[in-house]
């Protein structure tokens, strides 16, 4: 599903708001027969430690997959640049496919939200 102008300003500027510590929004909207993504998918970045010379870089990554949204929290590369866990990269999260973006933002954060209960040491 490839998404309007309009709708893609709207995107990025939800998911803005819903992840405000995230920045280097980006977003793509063609097809890519080399990563068989077609579509719209966007990302932003998160960096754990900036100064640190091995920092680590999270990403949240909401894409189309036909008429669903999914959303994806990794780490080391987005996921519409997915390469493997040898190189560092790591495949976090996933949402289960959603009808809207909000679902998958709402999904999301649950899903992070569970992640760092089952982390806490509380």
């Known amino acids: 599903m490839f998404l309007a102008d309009h709708d893609i300003q ?3 500027e939800r998911v803005q708001a819903a992840f405000p510590s995230f920045t280097q929004w980006a977003y793509t909207n063609a097809r890519d027969d080399e990563r068989a993504f077609d579509g719209f998918s966007l990302w932003g ?3 754990l430690q ?3 010379c091995m920092a680590r870089h999270f990403y949240i990554t909401f894409a189309t997959h036909a008429e669903h949204w999914s959303g994806h929290l990794t780490i080391g590369q987005h996921l519409y640049f997915w390469t493997s866990a040898d190189v560092g990269d790591a495949h976090l999260l996933d ?3 959603c009808a809207t973006l909000e679902e998958a933002i709402v999904a999301l954060k649950a899903e992070m939200a569970r992640l760092c209960r089952a ?3 509380v």
């Open 10 to 12: 709207h995107a990025l």
């Open 45 to 47: 970045q998160w960096v």
């Open 50 to 52: 900036p100064e640190a």
């Open 95 to 97: 949402t289960e496919a």
């Open 119 to 121: 982390l806490s040491v």
